[in-house]
């Protein structure tokens, strides 16, 4: 390999380790979001459908730290990390847009 070529001899430095920790305050930040989801379907008289909105949120939040936790867990493994799989990009985002809507739903 010549020093131009992709990978030649690449230093990562501290980026796996920045992107580690972006992806635990974002794993937060959807953890407080589906717990203030549930909060504002059960405040004021829970109904059926806020109740199911609220598990949905659980449930997408649980589903996107199932997808952060793969991630978390391959960039500390101290090799160069790999990119990150389409199939788990494509579940991350729609796992927050899923979020954003309900939670949408549930202010309105």
Avoid at 2 to 28: I, V
Avoid at 39 to 48: E, I, M, P, T, V
């Amino acid at each position: 390999m010549s020093a131009g070529e992709p990978g030649a001899g690449r230093d990562p430095g501290l980026q796996p380790e920045r992107t580690r920790l972006a992806w635990r305050r974002t794993t937060l930040s959807a953890a407080v979001a589906a717990v203030l989801a549930v909060r504002a379907a059960l405040h004021g008289g829970a109904s059926a459908g806020a109740v199911a909105l609220g598990a949905l949120c659980c449930g997408l939040c649980l589903a996107f730290l199932g997808v952060a936790h793969l991630r978390i867990h391959t960039l500390a493994a101290g090799t160069p990390p790999p990119a990150l799989a389409p199939r788990q990009a494509t579940a991350a985002v729609l796992c927050a847009v899923a979020m954003a809507v309900c939670a949408a739903v549930l202010v309105l």
